[in-house]
């Protein structure tokens, strides 16, 4: 059964880049048809989907992150990286890695890391 595993710094200065890993165990990130998410709650607000990283390396993200935002991978430690550069308060959430099943017509979140707390303060 895979499992994803979040880690980085829990506080973030403000302007700086929030960098946090997913550490996957029990299946590879180069499988056919997974793909490899990220995703954050601020306090009391809904899900927002960040971006993936896709079994062959392609990335996709969130128009209105895009331009702040990095998707990579390691895939000799199966891990995957997010990278959201110039934060501000507003980007303090919990941060989720997941896993989601792109078989067209399925296409499901189907494995989730525990989630991080990541706040932005000086």
């Known amino acids: 059964q895979v499992q994803l595993q979040e880690s980085g710094p829990g506080l973030v200065e403000p302007s700086q880049t929030l960098s946090l890993t997913c550490t996957v165990s029990?299946?590879?990130?180069?499988?056919?048809?997974?793909?490899w998410n990220w995703i954050r709650q601020p306090p009391g607000k809904a899900l927002e989907w960040i971006g993936y990283?896709?079994?062959?390396?392609?990335?996709y993200y969130n128009p209105s992150l895009k331009s702040r935002t990095s998707i990579s991978r390691d895939t000799s430690k199966n891990q995957f990286t997010l990278q959201l550069s110039s934060v501000t308060p507003e980007d303090r959430a919990m941060y989720y890695c997941?896993?989601?099943?792109?078989?067209?017509?399925?296409?499901?979140?189907?494995?989730w890391g525990q989630g991080t707390l990541v706040t932005v303060s000086s």
């Open positions: 029990g299946g590879s990130i180069t499988t056919n048809p997974y793909y």
């Open positions: 990283i896709t079994y062959s390396g392609n990335t």
């Open positions: 997941a896993r989601e099943d792109a078989r067209v017509g399925v296409r499901t979140l189907d494995a």
